[in-house]
């Protein structure tokens, strides 16, 4: 459902020159899967996503969603994917109703199918009792709710989710993470990024690791640890760190 190809992406910085934030990076996500893209701070990840979700245009390579290409097809690719990221905002004088109900007419939704979508939605994420609740009331959970329910509103077969959990208490991240599993086990493709190891060993059915732009590897979590002889994915990842680091500094 999502193939990249070599994508790339430079930037010019006036005191560094050229910058390049993601280089060659490949991968193709499935239906029905948890594509995990791991990697540290800076590492690429959000850069990399906000090309598949067609707000940011790649120096070179290229990316099909769902069969459109994120360049010269950008509208028809945001009909393709739901984007939910740990920054996505809530409006603070919007109820959790109003806020879902405009995103779905965002997308010419009707509006009895557009009512229909949302009572399901709204029972499925256990929002009935936050409908009329505006924004600025709301928790932080009940705003990560409202930003699944927006995100999948217009019933997506692809789902981005950037740093979803950033910053979220134990108690809503393991929340988040069952929603996004049964997302995934009703066919959905998902991408998911994080430098969170528990919740790529999780989630995950397969993983890229990237850093300073590049893929390091990628495949499914045990065919990598036998792969790299580590004992999980957190020791793998240092590892495949440690190991690039060394090559930058040499």
Known sequence: MIQAHEL??????????????????SFQANRGEVYGILGPNGAGKTTALRILSTVLQPTGGSAIVNGYDVVTQPSQVRRQIGFMSANT?????????????YFGRLYGIEDEPLRERMEDLFERLQMQEIRDLLGAKMSTGMKQKVSIARAIVHDPPILIFD????????????????????????????????????????????????????????????ALREQHDQPDLEELFFELIHQQEAVVTA
Do not use: P
């Open 89 to 101: 905002a809530v409006y603070d004088r919007m109820t959790a109703w109003e806020m879902v109900e």
């Open 8 to 25: 790339s992406k430079a930037y010019v910085d006036l005191h560094r020159g050229e910058f390049v934030a993601l280089d060659g990076l």
């Open 163 to 222: 740093e979803a959990t950033s910053g979220l208490d134990v108690l809503v991240a393991r929340a988040m993470l069952d929603a996004v599993a049964e997302l995934r086990d009703q066919g959905k493709c998902i991408v998911f990024s994080t430098h969170i190891m528990r919740e790529a060993e999780r989630l995950c059915d397969r993983v890229a690791i990237m850093h300073r732009g590049r893929l390091l590897a990628e495949g499914n979590l045990d």
